[in-house]
């Protein structure tokens, strides 16, 4: 039998303040140039490319896919297809105004939100005028997200493989999608973060967090999956983005305040390093 009562994924984060922002933009270019190059579109993937594109990947990304194709209706139903006061608190929905304001401080441009979903926090960006799209590993999900969003764009990736240029992004938000990464197996994350980022890129990374506990949930959603979540430690965190090269300039624990949160809610602000010229020898 199905659990409504709370996503089995979802144990935190959403809700909009309004100010001046620039008009909606729809498309981010990094992600455009990729598609321009023949990057996967979902509506010509066959079932056969899926099954033999994640042939060799870890068994954690498999199953999260799995899950979410099993259940992306579900979560759209339960959580909904836009930033809402139902599933962050108003620190929550400060954090992302401030990464906002952050990109745009640091000249504006592409951002990639990673790990998509229904396109919640995609919507969020662009409503404030970025150049914004959304990626997700599951292809029933980046389908509810195009219906829900027909006007930005969404396409199949993970967190290991964003499928843009080098240096290309002044944006990422990874919102609560780490979740069901192992500890051992975030290195890569934050390797593939740092490479997209343009010099002075900004990350926003939310997640919940504890002592790196792991949950398990069998037959998740009746998917026939276990399906596994990570409480990740906030300090391990910290410190392996800041070995991929990236400088960490805000770090955030909150209590569980909303209603169908179980544990503490964390959040990570992060830059790329903008590389400043030697002063010139000349007087």
Not at 40 to 49: G, L, P, V
Not at 158 to 185: E, K, M, N, Q
């Amino acid at each position: 039998m199905i659990e409504m009562v709370r996503p089995l994924w979802f144990d935190g984060p959403l809700a909009v303040s309004q100010s001046s922002w620039p008009e909606p933009a729809t498309i981010c270019p990094a992600v455009a140039s990729r598609q321009a190059a023949g990057s996967r579109n979902i509506s010509a993937t066959t079932t056969t490319s899926i099954h033999t594109w994640s042939m060799s990947e870890p068994e954690h990304v498999a199953v999260t896919r799995q899950v979410y194709d099993h259940s992306a209706a579900l979560y759209a139903e339960a959580v909904g297809t836009v930033v809402s006061p139902a599933f962050e608190t108003s620190l929550d929905t400060g954090i992302l105004e401030v990464f906002a304001k952050d990109v745009l401080i640091s000249g504006g441009g592409s951002v990639l939100d990673i790990g998509c979903g229904p396109g919640r926090v995609t919507a969020f960006l662009a409503d404030r005028g970025f150049p914004v799209s959304g990626i997700d590993l599951s292809p029933a999900m980046i389908e509810t997200a195009r219906h829900a969003h027909p006007s930005l764009q969404f396409e199949i990736g993970s967190l290991t493989d964003l499928g843009v240029a080098d240096r290309s992004l002044a944006g990422a938000v990874l919102w609560y999608s780490i979740i069901h990464t192992p500890p051992a197996r975030l290195g890569s994350v934050w390797t593939e973060l740092e490479r997209a980022l343009a010099p002075g890129g900004r990350a926003l990374i939310g997640f919940q967090s504890g002592d790196n506990e792991q949950i398990e949930r069998t037959d998740a959603y009746g998917s026939a999956a276990t399906l596994r979540r990570y409480h990740h430690d906030l300090d391990d965190v910290v410190a392996g983005i800041e070995a991929a090269g990236l400088t960490v300039s805000a770090k955030i624990w909150r209590a569980a305040e909303l209603g169908h949160e179980t544990t503490p809610q964390s959040f990570v602000l992060a830059q790329s390093f903008v590389l400043v010229p030697p002063p010139s020898d000349e007087a």
